[in-house]
């Protein structure tokens, strides 16, 4: 009698604590459209860096387009912790090989330079930022936060201005520009906002009036409501047509004499007393 035995075409693979992740930090926050999940190995790799220099960096993460291009002008990476000349070193030394590694890109390393260059006019963008206070990623040796939601919004609409050539690009821009003000009307008690705040913030990006309507009429289309007011000028009511002016010419009234009061003289005759004749003689 003849047994056979099927054997398994592969072993069974014993798994290891060595392949098992560790959790995340609880504050982690992972938004796909600030960051794309092929960062993360590279993100960890940089915090444990920087953790045996015993620094810890905190950066604002954010992107001009909607899907990564993979361009560094799309990327937006600002230093939030001031670092000094020998920190500042170590911290891009890290990034840039962290970025060779796991095939990052150019994209980091340039965003960092450009920082260098604009550091006084991301001040007010910092400030925002750190009150919006959205954790993207946390752990020992960095955090990165979000940019905040309004600068993206502008510059996403800065961008679709430039590019304004094929339908389907506009919807994918103006799709994400009604998710990025619907999550910033959410975190301010769901009030909506005006076109004025938008023209006032980050006023060195240009936007137009049309491009805001058409991301307020999407909204309202989304969300049943409005998330930016517009405001249509109330059409003023017609005046009266006013008759011509007919020029009357005033005669000048001659200057009136007070009446006389004449008395009136009775041609009254004077009875003269009739003389009688004298007596006839007797």
Partial sequence: ??????L????PRTITSSMISPPLSPDFNFDSDALTPSTLPALEYIS????????????LVGRGQ??????????NIIPVTQLDAQSWKIFYKIVEKGAK???????????LDQHARQQLKNEYLIEQSLRQNEILFSQEGLTLLNVDRIYTLKRRLCVLAQNQKSIKNEEKYLSSCVQLLNKTITSCQGRPFSFGFFHR???????????LKKVAEAYKARYGQEGIVIITPKSSPALPAVAPTTSTTIKKENTRKSPVMRTTATNA????PTVMAAASSS
Wanted: proline content about 5%; glycine content about 6%.
């Fill in 66 to 75: 909607p899907m990564p291009t993979g361009e560094s002008s799309d990327l």
């Fill in 48 to 59: 444990e860096k920087l953790s045996q220099k015993s620094l810890h960096v905190t950066l």
């Fill in 1 to 6: 009698m003849v047994v056979s035995l099927r």
């Fill in 269 to 272: 005759r004077v009875r003269r």
């Fill in 101 to 111: 590694k796991y095939s990052l890109g150019q994209g980091w390393t340039d965003a």
């Fill in 201 to 211: 913030a980050y006023e060195h990006l240009h936007i137009t009036d049309d491009l």
């Fill in 8 to 11: 398994p075409l592969s072993s």
